[in-house]
């Protein structure tokens, strides 16, 4: 019922460009952070960035900052992560989620109770 659905990946050559969406549905989110993580191979899943559904500041990894951008449209009751410049260490299994306010830090995975499916992101030399 409750559902994240994120779109939008595929494969890239270095210096590409790609925007992931997370389609969100089955409740309000009003109330929630919204994140991205991405999983490299074999590493563990890693903060990206977030940002609240009502909107405020947005937080990036150091890796990303200058080369992602988060947004939302709340007509659309999506969110979306532009990446550009992308390298071939941002290759990942990218996953929306959301965590509510009260969860902790936005950092952690564990502090998310929601997540999307992930769409793989590609970037080859």
């Known amino acids: 019922q409750v559902q994240l659905v994120e779109s939008g990946g595929g494969l890239v050559q270095a210096g590409g460009s790609l925007r992931l969406s997370c389609a969100a549905s089955?409740?309000?989110?009003?109330?929630?952070?919204m994140g991205w993580f991405r999983q490299p191979p074999g590493k563990e899943r890693e903060f990206v960035t977030a940002?609240?559904?009502?909107?405020?500041?947005?937080y990036y990894a150091d890796s990303v900052k200058g080369r992602f951008t988060m947004s939302r449209d709340n007509a659309k009751n999506t969110v979306y992560l532009q990446m550009n410049s992308l390298k071939p260490e941002d290759t990942a299994v990218y996953y929306c989620?959301?965590?509510?306010?009260?969860?902790?830090?936005?950092?952690?995975?564990?502090?998310?109770?929601?997540w999307g499916q992930g769409t793989q992101v590609t970037v080859s030399s």
């Open positions: 940002i609240r559904w009502s909107g405020g500041s947005t």
């Open positions: 989620a959301a965590a509510p306010y009260s969860a902790g830090s936005i950092y952690y995975p564990k502090n998310y109770n929601y």
């Open positions: 089955g409740r309000s989110f009003s109330l929630y952070v």
